[in-house]
């Protein structure tokens, strides 16, 4: 596990992939813009994304869908290790972003969100690159206090932890309600190793790792791997992106049956509040506890059999 907000190759793939996937269950689509961008930097062409952003924003302003065009031109930039060029770009976000915010909520539509989360994580990561750590956690900290109760804060909530949760006990996991069986209560992990696969009923992704999953946790078992699923509610159905709670967990539960039946799931917990405290806006996000309840690994995203394997053993076996 690296210290750094999001390491060179990380991003690189990232520009590549992130946001490229149809919208579902409600997420906004891609504006055309920035698929545009995006395009560009799949290619290589950092020259043609930022030609591509800046020309949008000086046609059409500091729209969001500007902002947010831009801020993937920043992460080219930060990708391209053009750090200066990078700080600069997400020094333009936020102050226009500011600007708008001065008249609107900050959720009041989806990109403005996401374009002003970027330019936190393109600065935070250029204070990396510079080594100034405890300055990149102090901006995202004085973020996080600013924007705790809106969409950005589990956003922030994450880079925080990918910089701080290693090697630090594990956060509290609240249990008051659940898919399936009743959990254990935490004090039974004492002395396992326990993988958090923090999931959403919606995610491609999280399905992907199901059959990763399964092997691992069939065979590890015995020598004292214990999987925990947390998940929560998003007020979204197959044919309902307004489901009332009632409506929603049943449905939750049908896809858990469908998607993870041969994982040896110990528990299921479902509460919003453990998503906040591990800072998960990105499902899966996988987190690996030791023996001695202390995290060892915060990965957001998909992990190989190879490499979730590797993390699972050494801990198996130190």
């Known amino acids: 596990m690296t210290d750094r907000l999001?390491?060179?190759?990380?991003?690189?793939?990232?520009?590549?992939?992130?946001?490229?996937?149809?919208?579902?269950?409600?997420?906004?689509?891609t504006p055309p813009i920035v698929a545009r961008v995006q395009l560009a930097l799949k290619g290589g062409d950092l020259s043609l994304a930022e030609d591509l952003a800046g020309q949008y924003r000086r046609l059409n302003g500091y729209t969001p869908e500007a902002l947010l065009a831009l801020g993937w031109a920043a992460r080219g930039e930060l990708a391209a290790r053009e750090v200066d060029k990078a700080n600069n770009t997400a020094l333009e976000i936020l102050q226009n972003a500011q600007l708008s915010l001065a008249t609107r909520p900050i959720d009041a539509e989806p990109y403005l969100p996401l374009a002003l989360g970027t330019a936190y994580e393109v600065q935070a990561e250029v204070l990396f690159v510079k080594g100034q750590r405890a300055a990149a956690l102090q901006l995202m900290e004085k973020a996080l206090v600013k924007w705790r109760d809106s969409s950005l804060g589990d956003r922030l909530q994450k880079n925080i932890n990918l910089m701080t949760l290693q090697g630090r006990p594990m956060p509290l996991l609240?249990?008051?309600?659940?898919?399936?069986?009743?959990?254990?209560?935490?004090?039974?992990?004492?002395?396992?190793v326990v993988l958090l696969f923090f999931w959403a009923h919606w995610c491609a992704d999280c399905k992907a790792e199901a059959p990763i999953l399964a092997r691992l946790g069939t065979e590890?078992?015995?020598?004292?791997?214990?999987?925990?699923?947390?998940?929560?509610?998003?007020?979204?159905?197959?044919d309902d992106d307004h489901a009332a709670a009632g409506k929603e967990t049943?449905?939750?539960?049908?896809?858990?049956?469908?998607?993870?039946?041969?994982?040896?799931?110990?528990?299921?917990?479902?509460?919003?509040?453990?998503?906040?405290?591990?800072?998960?806006?990105?499902?899966?996000?996988?987190?690996?506890?030791?023996?001695?309840?202390?995290?060892?690994?915060?990965?957001?995203?998909?992990m190989t059999e190879e490499e979730l394997r590797g993390a699972i053993e050494a801990l198996l076996h130190a």
Request: hydrophobic letters at 40%.
């Open 220 to 238: 590890l078992k015995a020598q004292g791997l214990v999987i925990v699923a947390p998940t929560r509610r998003y007020g979204y159905t197959a």
């Open 250 to 302: 049943p449905f939750i539960t049908k896809v858990f049956e469908t998607y993870y039946a041969q994982v040896p799931i110990e528990g299921i917990p479902l509460d919003k509040g453990n998503f906040q405290r591990f800072g998960v806006s990105t499902t899966p996000t996988i987190v690996l506890v030791d023996r001695h309840g202390i995290v060892r690994l915060y990965h957001p995203g998909l």
């Open 6 to 29: 999001l390491p060179a190759a990380a991003l690189a793939c990232a520009i590549m992939v992130a946001q490229s996937i149809p919208p579902t269950y409600g997420q906004p689509p």
């Open 174 to 192: 609240h249990e008051t309600e659940w898919i399936g069986k009743k959990p254990a209560a935490p004090s039974a992990w004492h002395g396992k």
